[in-house]
C-alpha cells in the first residue's frame, strides 16, 4: 500500500515503514539505543530526503524510546539522579554539536565528517564491548572467578561526590557531566540519539551496573529526541508526522518485545549482540567509504 | 564578473554544441547577457515577439485539451495519468513538404540544485567538485511523435529550451570545473532512473495530420506547484505553433492540512509530533502491561 508523504514529497510502501519501524524499536528496548544510528541510514535507503530522515528518525525514537523507558521504570530499573546528570550535559553538548555542525557545513564537508564519525565510533564502541563482553562471558562460565565489588578507578577520586542509589555509586557528578556533553556532541552531529555511545560509557568510565544501565539511557534519550524533533521541526521544518506516524506503529510494539526479550536475556549475550550490531553497521558504513560507488555523482536540492 | 560569466557560458555552449554554426539564423536568442535563468519571461517573449515579425500568422496551428488541469495530492496518491489531445487548426489545404511532427512537453516547476563528483581521496570516497544548478525541474516529461534529432532542428529546440540539457541549461554561480556537461549529464541520467526525467520518442499519436493524443504519466513523488504543458507543432524540423496549457498540482485534504501546519505553525506542529509520539510509546506500554496482566 503506497503512501503520499505530505513533508517529504514522495510515495512510500506504508508496509515497509511499520516493518522498519518494529525492527529499530526491537533493538531500542534490547539494547538501550534510540535506534537513530539504525533509523536514519535506512530511510534515507528507501528514499526519504535526508533531512527529513533524521528530524522524523528523532521523533519516532521519541515514541520507542517513551514505550521502552516505561517498561525500565515498571522493574525499576532507571537510575533517574543518573539520567538527570546526563541528560543536563546531554542538552549543553546538543547545543555545542550544532554550532559545530554549521560551521562544517560552511566548510562544506558535513557527509565526511558524519561518516567518519560514525566509521571511528561505533568501530572503537564495538570493539571494546566485544573483547570485554566475551572476557566476562568467559569469567562467568568459570565460578572461581569473584568479581570485585568496587573497582577504584581515576575518576572516583574527583570531587563533588553524589549518590546515585539506584546504579548504588558514590562518584563525583563530574564524570557522568561529561558523558553526557560527549554524547549530547556526537548525537548532534550524527543526527541520533546517542544511546549507544552512552551504554558503552556507562558500563565502561562509569562502572554503572548493566542491568540499570538500558532503562538510564533510554530516560535520557527520551529527552534528548524530544528536543531534537522540536528544535527540527521549527527551525527547518522537516520532521513528517505521517512518516513518523507509520514508523511508531511498528516501533511501540518493536520496543515492547525488545524489552521483554531483554529481561530474559543474560547481560553478558546481550552486550555480544550489541556489539556485533554496532560492528555490522561501522563496517557496512566503512565499505560505502572505501568502494567505489555505483554512480560518483550525486544530487541534493536546496532546503525549501 | 558578468563579463566572465557570459565568457564561462559561451565557453560551455561551443562545448555541447560543437556542429552548431557560428551564424545564428535569425530570432536566434543572443546569449551576450546575464546567466538566464530557466525560465526566463523576458527572453521568451522576445522570441515570441521574433515569430510573429517573421510570420503574420501560423498557417497551422494547434487547438488542445488535457484531460485533467488539476491533480490532486492525497494520502494514497500513487501518480497520475494525463491525456492531451487536439487538433491541427488549419484554413487551406495541407501544405506540401515533410509530414507534421508533435512535441508534448509536461514541465514542473524549478529548484536549485546542488550535482556533486565524488573522488577518492587517500583512500575513501568523498565529495570533492560541485555544480550548481540555479533552476531544474523537478520532473520534465518530452512526448514526441517522431525521433527527437530527425523531427526538431538545434537552433529550434534551443529557443525554446525543448529537449532535457537545455531545459535545465542555468548555472548558478561560477563554475568551479573545467567540464560541466558530465554533471548535466549526470543528473539527467540520476533523475531519469527515477522516472522524473522522461523521453518518449514517438508516443504522441498524430492522425491524417489534424488529430493528436498523448499520454503523460505523472509520478507518485511529484511536487507540489504549477505545472506547465506546452504543445509544439512542427514541419521540417521547425516549430510552426505553441500552445501552452497549465497543470495544477496541489495537496488536497489531509496532506494539505499537515503541509500547511508544518509551514504556518511549526512550533505547533513539533510538539504535537511529539505528542503524537509520546502517547503513541506510552499506550503501547500501557496496553503490553494489560496484555501481559491477562
Known amino acids: 500500500m503506497q503512501i503520499f508523504l505530505p513533508i517529504a514529497e514522495v510515495s512510500v510502501n506504508a508496509f515497509t515503514l511499520v516493518g522498519l519501524g518494529g525492527l529499530v524499536g526491537l533493538m531500542s528496548g534490547l539494547f538501550g539505543v534510540g535506534g537513530g544510528f539504525l533509523i536514519t541510514p535506512l530511510l534515507f535507503f528507501i528514499g526519504i530526503p535526508p533531512a527529513i530522515a533524521v528530524a522524523t528518525g528523532a521523533n519516532q525514537v521519541v515514541a520507542s524510546s517513551v514505550s521502552g523507558v516505561l517498561a525500565h521504570v515498571k522493574r525499576k530499573t532507571v537510575d533517574f539522579r543518573m539520567g538527570g546528570v546526563l541528560l543536563a550535559g546531554g542538552l549543553v553538548g546538543s547545543g555545542l554539536g550544532v554550532w559545530v555542525f554549521t560551521i562544517l557545513q560552511e566548510v562544506g564537508q558535513v557527509d565526511l565528517v558524519v561518516q567518519l564519525c560514525y566509521v571511528v565510533f561505533l568501530g572503537l564502541i564495538g570493539a571494546m564491548m566485544l573483547q570485554e563482553s566475551v572476557r ?39 564524570p557522568p557531566l561529561l558523558v553526557g556533553v560527549a554524547v549530547g556532541v556526537l548525537a548532534a552531529i550524527m543526527g541520533v540519539g546517542g544511546g549507544f555511545i552512552m551504554v558503552p560509557a556507562m558500563i565502561y568510565l562509569l562502572g554503572v551496573p548493566t542491568k540499570v544501565v538500558v532503562g538510564t539511557s533510554l530516560f535520557q534519550i527520551t529527552f534528548v529526541t524530544a528536543f531534537t524533533t522540536v528544535m527540527h521541526a521549527v527551525s527547518y521544518n522537516t520532521v513528517d508526522i505521517m512518516l513518523a506516524v507509520l514508523l511508531i506503529v511498528g516501533g511501540v510494539v518493536g520496543a515492547q518485545i525488545g524489552t521483554t526479550l531483554g529481561a530474559r536475556l543474560r547481560a553478558e549475550q546481550l552486550r555480544i549482540l550489541l556489539a556485533l550490531l554496532v560492528l555490522l553497521v ?14 560518483l555523482y550525486s544530487i541534493t536540492t536546496e532546503a525549501r | 564578473m558578468r563579463t566572465a560569466l557570459t565568457a564561462l557560458l559561451a565557453l560551455w555552449l561551443a562545448g555541447a554544441a560543437t556542429a552548431q554554426e557560428a551564424d545564428a539564423p535569425a530570432g536566434m536568442i543572443e546569449y551576450g547577457e546575464p546567466v538566464p535563468t530557466f525560465p526566463d519571461p523576458s527572453q521568451r517573449q522576445r522570441v515570441i515577439a521574433a515569430i510573429a515579425k517573421s510570420k503574420d500568422r501560423p498557417v497551422e496551428q494547434v487547438v488542445a485539451g488535457l484531460s485533467r488541469d488539476s491533480v490532486a495530492i492525497t494520502a494514497s496518491f500513487d501518480g497520475s495519468e494525463i491525456l492531451i489531445y487536439g487538433a491541427i487548426k488549419r484554413e487551406t489545404p495541407i501544405p506540401d513538404g515533410p509530414p507534421l511532427q508533435i512535441i508534448v512537453t509536461v514541465e514542473a516547476p524549478s529548484r536549485p540544485l546542488t550535482i556533486w563528483r565524488k573522488e577518492r581521496k587517500a583512500g ?46 542555468a548555472y548558478a554561480g561560477k563554475l568551479a570545473v573545467d567540464d560541466a556537461v558530465p554533471f548535466t549529464e549526470a ?22 495530420q489534424t488529430l493528436f493524443r498523448a499520454d503523460v504519466r505523472l509520478p507518485a513523488n511529484l511536487i507540489e506547484g504549477d505545472y506547465k504543458t506546452r504543445i509544439f507543432l512542427l514541419r521540417d524540423g521547425q516549430v510552426m505553433d505553441v500552445y501552452r496549457a497549465p497543470i495544477d498540482v496541489r495537496k488536497v485534504g489531509l496532506e494539505r492540512w499537515l503541509y500547511r501546519l508544518a509551514f504556518d505553525q511549526p512550533l505547533l506542529y513539533g510538539l504535537m509530533s511529539l505528542a503524537v509520539a509520546v502517547i503513541a510509546g506510552w499506550g503501547a506500554s500501557a496496553a503490553f502491561r494489560k496484555l501481559r496482566r491477562a
Request: positive net charge; contains cysteine.
Open chain 2, 187 to 208: 543528473l539527467i541520467r540520476l533523475r531519469e532512473s527515477n522516472g522524473l526525467y522522461r523521453l518518449d520518442e514517438g508516443s504522441v499519436k498524430l492522425v491524417d
Open chain 1, 282 to 295: 561501522c563496517g557496512k558504513l566503512a565499505l560505502d567509504l572505501f568502494l567505489r560507488p555505483d554512480d
Open chain 1, 136 to 174: 566476562a562471558l568467559r569469567r562467568s562460565k568459570n565460578p572461581t572467578y569473584r568479581k570485585r565489588s568496587h573497582q577504584h578507578m581515576w575518576v572516583h577520586r574527583w570531587p563533588g561526590k553524589m549518590k546515585f542509589r539506584a546504579s548504588g555509586l558514590y562518584i563525583s557528578v563530574i
Open chain 2, 124 to 169: 575513501i570516497w568523498i565529495n570533492t567538485e560541485k555544480v550548481e544548478i540555479g533552476a531544474a525541474p523537478g520532473f520534465y516529461a518530452v512526448a514526441t511523435s517522431g525521433p527527437m534529432s530527425d523531427i526538431l532542428q538545434e537552433d529550434w529546440d534551443r529557443r525554446y529550451r525543448i529537449s532535457l540539457p537545455l531545459a535545465l541549461r
